[in-house]
């Protein structure tokens, strides 16, 4: 069992950054892949970054690609998103999952409470 607590989110200004953290206690995280999603008001869940369990590997949707980064530190049982130029598009919920693999993220067993991102225009 892991349990994950995701945090970090804020309301920010268009262009800002902000640093989402998602912290892992029960196992430790360098056994799981670790991802992050977001929802927005309205819409589906959809996949933001992912990330192999020795953090070599990582993964990005279209629209994260060059804005966002996906890290893991798995001596401190934590997961991270470093998000910079921040869109209005960006506003949603943003939660972590973990899986023994980065495809299994989409059906993860374990998923932070989600911590939400505001981004003003």
């Known amino acids: 069992q892991v349990q994950l607590v995701d945090s970090g989110g804020d309301y920010v200004q268009a262009g800002g950054s902000l640093r989402l953290s998602c912290r892992a206690s029960g196992r430790t995280f360098s056994n799981y892949a670790a991802g992050w999603f977001r929802q927005a008001p309205g819409k589906e869940r959809i996949f933001v970054a992912a990330?192999?369990?020795?953090?070599?590997?990582?993964y990005y949707a279209d629209f994260a690609k060059g804005r966002f980064t996906i890290s893991k530190d798995n001596a401190k049982n934590t997961a991270f998103l470093q998000m910079n130029s921040l869109k209005p598009d960006d506003t949603a919920v943003y939660y972590c999952?973990?899986?023994?693999?980065?495809?299994?993220?989409?059906?993860?067993?374990?998923w932070g409470q989600g911590t939400q991102v505001t981004v003003s225009s």
């Open positions: 990330i192999d369990l020795s953090g070599d590997s990582t």
């Open positions: 999952a973990a899986a023994e693999t980065v495809p299994d993220l989409t059906v993860a067993d374990y």
